[in-house]
Nanobody, 118 residues
């Protein structure tokens, strides 16, 4: 079982920046997909950014150009640099992993809150 621990998050004003990170540990030897997702009250959970073990990166349309994701396969970490934050970016941000390309398993972290005050 993989354990995902997120750190960072907090309160930031619109236009500000914030960084969150996630570290995976436990009985896992490889992770195919590692990424960040978010969900705000009343909204669907959506992709923020995800990276495969091969380095292929996929950004959500609403954040591309403002957010930057970086994954370290050896350290089993993924970080997300969020710039030019908007009120609509306020959400719980969750780290997630998919161990196998074609496997059904998906693990989630506890999440970290990002609040963008207006």
């Amino acid at each position: 079982q993989v354990q995902l621990v997120e750190s960072g998050g907090g309160l930031v004003q619109p236009g500000g920046s914030l960084s969150v990170s996630c570290s995976a540990s436990g009985s896992i030897f490889s992770i195919y997909l590692m990424g960040w997702y978010r969900q705000a009250p009343g909204k669907q959970r959506e992709l923020v950014a995800a990276v495969t073990s091969g380095g292929t990166t996929d950004y959500g349309a609403c954040v591309e150009g403002r957010f930057t994701v970086a994954r370290d396969n050896a350290k089993k970490t993924i970080s997300l640099q969020m710039n030019d934050l908007k009120p609509e970016d306020a959400a719980g941000y969750y780290c997630s992993v998919r161990p196998l390309l074609n496997g059904p398993r998906r693990d989630w972290g506890q999440g970290t809150q990002v609040t963008v005050s207006s």
